[in-house]
């Protein structure tokens, strides 16, 4: 099965600054995806970013963007010019993709940007 | 809403009752989910269905049931076997095109033991 590990419960960072965010992944498989998801205090799961195991290219949104490491199985995610309403909790995500999609989480981190 | 609605927002339950989540999309879309949020936990999966009168286990099914006889409804019921039912529940749809599979959330449901 896979499992997906956050290794930082809790980060701070001040507004206007870049903070990255850890996660690592197990896998078998060679092609998959992989998303960040954002929770904020109102508890409503919004799709932050996605990529696809079989792009080399780093994803990005906007101040969002992630590294992938495909051989590494890590796929962190970095904030750039971080603003108070990006406090909330992240997870990392994973899929396997095929026909029984599915995702597994990460127990998420919980993301503060201090004014 | 990202065309999925869950309802109610808060619910509360007595000891040995079931009480079920409403789960409704409207977006004919086939692939359903329904997860669990403890604190410090993240979201593990209970139940999801790929199409209709279908449905598979996830990996904290037990105390747990779900029906899909339509397409834009998957309720979840929470029988009086789950001895631990307080959580936050959130379903979601999966939304596929090319290159661009994800899921959206409903807004969730806080379930409370009375």
């Known amino acids: 099965a896979q499992t997906v590990t956050q290794s930082q419960p809790e980060m701070s960072v001040q507004e206007a600054e870049t903070v990255t965010l850890s996660c690592t992944y197990d896998?078998?498989?060679?092609?998959?995806?992989l998303f960040w998801y954002k929770q904020p205090p109102s508890r409503q799961m919004i799709l932050v970013i996605r990529?696809?195991?079989?792009?080399?290219q780093n994803a990005t949104e906007n101040r969002f963007s992630v590294n992938f490491q495909k051989a590494a199985k890590s796929f962190s995610l970095k904030i750039s010019d971080s603003q108070l309403g990006d406090t909330a909790m992240y997870f990392c995500?994973?899929?396997?993709?095929?026909?029984?999609?599915?995702?597994?989480f990460g127990k998420g981190t919980l993301l503060t940007v201090n004014p | 809403d990202g065309g999925i609605t869950q309802s109610p927002k808060y619910l509360f339950r007595k000891e040995g009752q079931n009480v079920t989540l409403s789960c409704e999309q409207n977006?004919?879309?086939?692939?359903m989910y329904w997860y669990r949020q403890d604190p410090g936990q993240g979201l593990r999966l209970i139940y999801y269905?790929?199409?209709?009168?279908?449905?598979q286990k996830g990996d904290i099914a037990e105390g747990y049931s779900v029906s899909r006889e339509k397409k834009e409804s998957f309720p979840l019921t929470v029988t009086s076997a789950q001895k631990n039912p307080t959580a936050f529940y959130l379903c979601?749809?999966?939304?596929?095109?090319?290159?661009?599979?994800?899921?959206?959330f409903g807004s969730g449901t806080q379930l409370s033991v009375l």
């Open positions: 995500a994973f899929d396997s993709g095929g026909s029984n999609y599915k995702l597994t």
């Open positions: 896998t078998s498989e060679n092609n998959y995806y």
């Open positions: 990529q696809e195991a079989y792009k080399q």
């Open positions: 977006l004919n879309h086939d692939a």
């Open positions: 269905s790929q199409i209709v009168n279908d449905f």
């Open positions: 979601a749809r999966r939304d596929r095109g090319h290159s661009n599979e994800k899921l959206f």
